[in-house]
């Protein structure tokens, strides 16, 4: 009961919809997933995580939040707790399975990024790990597993490739 009452706490702070937290149980109860989206929607997205785990949402829908969390990690202020380092940590810490496909969610938010506030120093670190990623999803399963923590550098990605005779995953990066 304390878990829950924490749960719905965190989602009251980010949902100004309700003034209780028995509402937000209640809103929990009958439509998760509307409440998810919502929250995503106002830029809550932890408050919408908590809301997909406690639910026990489709996989797909916990793989988009996360990507949004991933965005929206890697575009605050490091002093905020976001940043590059924030964001690559965040994306370490999800299983193998699922790293990849958050990160390729969250570089299908990047043409709406572009319109927003970002240095040509962030937009060209996006674009290289957006290249990264690319690289990675075109590799045999085994190796993206492997090599997943070099999505930030494509380059290294394919010297690995070469300095493991890895010739016919190297071709199809090329």
Known sequence: MKQALQRYSHILSADDLHSSWQEVEAECKEDPEGLALRLAGKGAVSAALVVAESAGLSIDLW???????LVKLRTADPLNGGGP???SRFLSLRDSDDALPVAMGAMQ???NLREGNLSDVEVSWLNSWALGLRVLAALPLPWQQRRSSLHEHPHLLLEV??????LQSAALVL
């Open 63 to 69: 793989r988009e939040l996360q990507g949004r969390q």
């Open 161 to 166: 490739l070469l300095m493991w005779k890895q």
């Open 109 to 111: 938010l990047l043409p």
């Open 85 to 87: 380092a924030e964001a």
